[in-house]
T-cell receptor
Framework: GAGVSQSPRYKVAKRGQDVALRCDPISGHVSLFWYQQALGQGPEFLTYFQNEAQLDKSGLPSDRFFAERPEGSVSTLKIQRTQQEDSAVYLC???????????FGPGTRLTVL | QKEVEQNSGPLSVPEGAIASLNCTYSDRGSQSFFWYRQYSGKSPELIMFIYSNGDKEDGRFTAQLNKASQYVSLLIRDSQPSDSATYLCAVKGTGNQFYFGTGTSLTVIP
């Protein structure tokens, strides 16, 4: 079956631009997580959803970061006024229920120039 | 102190040997523990998870959990060159967040 998909796979943005990263979870998975992974580090939690409800956004590094999942399926992570320190791989993961194993998408590599 | 600690390695083992990867965690209330494999340039791939103290075996992989010592390990038997990757330990804390270690880089030498 189809896994988690993310688009775009690569994004180059000029500093100050807004970007939107999309995640399409495994069908039927109610939980969706966003992570940021810097080179040589493990994924760092950003936010998660249970269906359409954003239950925890404590990991978002600033108010420039915003995530939504309006219909409880596809999710979008938006970064406004990108900065160089936002350059990283953004990973999306979904799980069939909260607390169970998570399955990752291929990630979006964001480079801010 | 980080939530999840792993030795970053690199760990090198000869082909056919047992690779042992270790992880400690700080939240004593943690209930669920996961091992992921991440090849260079790829996303993490779930290997196995463990919830109860003791050992859990899946093919060449064995996860070991000791909640009293706040310690999780992954053993890879009959290591193959294709096992060369970074292994990430993840812990679900008392909330619903997953905390990841920085990963241990494993190289299996043919």
């Amino acid at each position: 079956g189809a896994g988690v998909s993310q688009s775009p796979r690569y994004k180059v943005a000029k500093r100050g631009q807004d970007v939107a990263l999309r995640c399409d979870p495994i069908s039927g998975h109610v939980s969706l997580f966003w992570y940021q992974q810097a080179l040589g580090q493990g994924p760092e939690f950003l936010t998660y959803f249970q269906n359409e409800a954003q239950l925890d956004k404590s990991g978002l590094p600033s108010d420039r970061f915003f995530a939504e999942r309006p219909e409880g399926s596809v999710s979008t992570l938006k970064i406004q006024r990108t900065q160089q320190e936002d350059s990283a791989v953004y990973l999306c993961a979904s799980s069939p229920s909260l607390g169970s194993e998570q399955f990752f998408g291929p990630g979006t590599r964001l480079t801010v120039l | 102190q980080k939530e999840v600690e792993q030795n970053s390695g690199p760990l090198s083992v000869p082909e056919g040997a047992i690779a042992s990867l270790n992880c400690t965690y700080s939240d004593r209330g943690s209930q669920s523990f996961f091992w992921y494999r991440q090849y260079s340039g790829k996303s993490p791939e779930l290997i196995m998870f463990i919830y109860s103290n003791g050992d859990k075996e899946d093919g060449r992989f064995t996860a070991q959990l000791n909640k009293a010592s706040q310690y999780v390990s992954l053993l890879i038997r009959d290591s193959q060159p294709s096992d060369s990757a970074t292994y990430l330990c993840a812990v679900k804390g008392t909330g619903n967040q997953f905390y990841f270690g920085t990963g241990t880089s494993l190289t299996v030498i043919p």
